[in-house]
């Protein structure tokens, strides 16, 4: 690690011996970010399934989720979620005479993160597959493809197409909702900044450049955003000479 932040010169940002602890800060945001995400988008694609259901079995609760979700600040969620499942395993390891388990922070961020985000991906995608005209799918059943062909060739890459820029503003936000994890104990690159700024006295500097970190995060990420728009829109009016 040492001999990164020589190569990468950043010794010289007068980082007092915290790169290191930054850079780890770093890899551990990056980390649980797409984590998160994968499994925002896994519990999305299901939730909008459920919400597009015509059985209320799986329509109602899927609708219960999104709007509890999304009328609750992530703060208080990630208190909520983090404390009540180690309150659980905390009675069920007592009530089963087993030893004493604690929740691993950073699991624990990518549970509570990709539920609570999960609820904005699933509105995201139910609003993209309605999206995509019924001919098409229509037509991919009269060609005789089944229901994970006519997902896997049709559907899903013309939502997709209607999905991302939306997708996107959600990934966005919780790369930076990422931050919140801090407060239950992960050392993720906002405690690396925080734990550098007390012990050198100089808390400002050291979060302008998580700051910094996060906007070159951001900005790497869009990068990749933009890709993938010109990707899932090739051929369509406007985007073939992109």
């Given at each position: 690690?040492?001999?990164?932040?020589?190569?990468?010169?950043?010794?010289?940002?007068?980082?007092?011996?915290?790169?290191?602890?930054?850079?780890?800060?770093?890899?551990?945001?990056v980390?649980?970010?797409?984590?998160?995400?994968?499994?925002?988008i896994?519990?999305?694609?299901?939730?909008?399934?459920?919400?597009?259901?015509?059985?209320?079995?799986?329509?109602?609760?899927?609708?219960?989720?999104?709007?509890?979700?999304r009328?609750?600040?992530?703060?208080?969620?990630?208190?909520?979620?983090f404390?009540?499942?180690?309150g659980w395993?905390?009675?069920?390891?007592?009530a089963?005479?087993?030893?004493y388990?604690?929740i691993?922070?950073?699991?624990?961020?990518?549970?509570t993160?990709?539920?609570?985000?999960?609820?904005?991906?699933?509105?995201?995608?139910?609003?993209?597959?309605?999206?995509?005209?019924?001919?098409?799918?229509?037509?991919?059943?009269?060609?005789g493809l089944?229901?994970?062909?006519?997902f896997?060739?049709?559907?899903?890459?013309?939502?997709?197409?209607?999905?991302?820029?939306?997708?996107?503003?959600?990934?966005?936000?919780?790369?930076k909702?990422?931050?919140?994890?801090?407060?239950?104990?992960?050392?993720?690159?906002?405690?690396?900044?925080?734990?550098?700024?007390?012990?050198?006295?100089?808390?400002?500097?050291?979060?302008?450049?998580?700051?910094?970190?996060?906007?070159?995060?951001?900005?790497?990420?869009?990068?990749?955003l933009?890709?993938?728009?010109?990707r899932y829109?090739?051929?369509v009016?406007?985007?073939?000479?992109?």
């Amino acid at each position: 690690m040492n001999n990164l932040i020589q190569y990468l010169g950043l010794d010289a940002l007068g980082l007092q011996g915290f790169g290191p602890l930054l850079l780890h800060g770093t890899w551990v945001t990056v980390k649980l970010s797409v984590l998160s995400l994968a499994l925002s988008i896994l519990i999305g694609l299901l939730g909008a399934a459920a919400k597009l259901s015509p059985l209320a079995i799986l329509r109602i609760p899927a609708t219960l989720y999104t709007t509890l979700i999304r009328g609750i600040p992530d703060l208080v969620l990630m208190l909520l979620i983090f404390y009540s499942l180690q309150g659980w395993l905390s009675s069920l390891t007592e009530a089963m005479g087993w030893a004493y388990i604690e929740i691993d922070p950073f699991g624990a961020g990518i549970v509570t993160l990709g539920f609570i985000y999960g609820a904005y991906f699933t509105e995201t995608f139910r609003g993209a597959i309605v999206s995509v005209p019924r001919g098409q799918l229509e037509a991919a059943t009269a060609f005789g493809l089944s229901r994970i062909q006519r997902f896997v060739h049709v559907l899903f890459p013309q939502m997709m197409r209607y999905a991302l820029p939306s997708l996107g503003n959600n990934w966005l936000v919780l790369l930076k909702a990422t931050a919140l994890v801090s407060i239950i104990g992960l050392s993720d690159v906002v405690k690396a900044a925080q734990d550098a700024g007390k012990s050198t006295f100089n808390m400002l500097y050291f979060l302008i450049l998580a700051a910094l970190l996060y906007l070159l995060i951001t900005s790497a990420s869009n990068l990749v955003l933009r890709w993938l728009e010109r990707r899932y829109n090739l051929g369509v009016r406007g985007h073939s000479h992109d």
